[in-house]
């Protein structure tokens, strides 16, 4: 019983050093990774002219004269309604169309032709960078009036990540037992009502994944609208942030709270929405 009872303790014991060396790294990596917003934080409560003289110190006295400034000189209120209108837009585009043409790739009771061709050239959209196909889209922006303007902006975004979230959600769609599907249509369930009462819901931490990503890639955009939007009252938050930056001199106080304001929205949308974008990035793992 005594060597049970010293067996036991010794295996406690190697479990919480393994647990202690699996820690470290852990902790290490959160603090290389919230280290840069904790430190932009603390940037955006100093003067500039302290930052330029001590750029490591702590601030002497909290100030909020910057963020003041930019909601009332800047007119960053506007810029973050642009952003927020164009990355609402856009999520609400992709998010409905690529369920939608996912359903159907992915459910084999719709057969068509080209069904296996046509998902093999969305899925190598993928694999083109953004800087190919840049110019191309101006000149569709141009010739159909879009240019400069917040509709075409959610447009290319919504075309852009088009590919990548009908791959997630196929593969989620296509885990759904045939059984459900089957049991849904016998008991009189039209096509749609098929989608959008009993499948969409089944799918919702594919979509959530899908909706955090693109979020995140919305939010934080700058390559198209650089090149697309060129009017200062149509400006998003990356574009608006940019000139902050002078030629000669830049105002790192009046820049840092920029970028903390345009973090915002995307940390708390994550902390709220971090289990299921878990679930759904590992739903793919527990296929048996």
Request: hydrophobic letters at 55%; one cysteine or more; aromatic letters at 14%.
């Amino acid at each position: 019983m005594a060597t049970g009872l010293m067996t036991a303790r010794g295996g406690t014991a190697s479990r919480k050093a393994v647990r202690t060396v699996l820690f470290v790294p852990l902790i290490v990596y959160t603090l290389f990774t919230t280290g840069p917003l904790l430190w932009t934080v603390i940037l955006s409560l100093r003067k500039t002219r302290d930052i330029y003289a001590n750029p490591l110190g702590l601030p002497d006295t909290i100030q909020f004269d910057h963020y003041a400034r930019l909601l009332s000189e800047f007119g960053f209120f506007g810029y973050f309604r642009n952003s927020l209108i164009v990355t609402v837009g856009a999520l609400a585009l992709v998010t409905l169309t690529a369920s939608l043409a996912a359903f159907v790739f992915a459910r084999r009771r719709y057969d068509f032709p080209l069904r296996e061709p046509l998902f093999m050239m969305i899925f190598m959209a993928i694999m083109l960078p953004p800087q190919v196909v840049v110019l191309s889209l101006y000149q569709l922006m141009v010739r159909y009036h879009l240019y400069n303007t917040l509709t075409g902006l959610i447009l290319v975004y919504a075309a852009t990540e088009l590919p990548l979230a009908i791959y997630l959600l196929r593969a989620f769609y296509a885990q759904i037992p045939t059984e459900m599907e089957d049991a849904a249509l016998l008991d009189g369930c039209s096509e749609f009502s098929l989608f959008w009462r009993v499948m969409f819901p089944i799918a919702k931490p594919a979509v959530v994944t899908v909706l955090v990503l693109n979020l995140i890639r919305y939010w934080n955009e700058y390559l198209y609208a650089s090149v697309l939007i060129t009017r200062k009252d149509v400006r998003t938050i990356p574009l608006a942030t940019v000139f902050l930056l002078g030629e000669n001199y830049a105002d790192l106080g009046m820049l840092a709270a920029g970028l903390v304001i345009s973090s915002l929205p995307i940390v708390v949308m994550y902390i709220f929405l971090s289990e299921s974008f878990i679930a759904g990035m590992t739903a793919g793992a527990l296929k048996a």
